[in-house]
């Protein structure tokens, strides 16, 4: 049973710091590139950021690049999403994504919410 779990999410101050964790299960991990999706009250979901499979590459949206990092460990199957310096326009719900054609998964989802 393929399962994405997501943690680290909360409430913090802007300009702060959280570090969302995904742990996967039920799959090949190290050969599924990973993803960090987000979704707004009344927005579409958002692609946030990529690595590929072994690591080796990464890809952020424009709006989190410079901010965001994210990082795998495929012994662990772990990925990992370090978000400083938030913003308030950061508030979502923060999804974990598995995705190798033709299969894909999400995780349930993590809240961020950035306010002071």
């Known amino acids: 049973q393929v399962q994405l779990v997501e943690s680290g999410g909360g409430l913090v101050q802007p300009g702060g710091s959280l570090r969302l964790s995904c742990a996967a299960s039920g799959f090949i991990f190290s050969d599924y590139p990973m993803f960090w999706y987000r979704q707004a009250p009344g927005k579409e979901r958002e692609l946030v950021a990529s690595?590929?499979?072994?690591?080796?590459?990464?890809n952020y949206a424009d709006s989190v690049k410079g901010r965001f990092t994210i990082s795998r460990d495929n012994a662990k199957s772990t990925v990992d999403l370090q978000m400083n310096s938030l913003k308030p326009e950061d508030t979502a719900v923060y999804y974990c994504?598995?995705?190798?054609?033709?299969?894909?998964?999400w995780g349930q989802g993590t809240q961020v919410t950035v306010s002071s």
């Open positions: 994504n598995a995705a190798r054609a033709p299969r894909k998964y």
């Open positions: 690595i590929s499979s072994l690591g080796g590459s990464t």
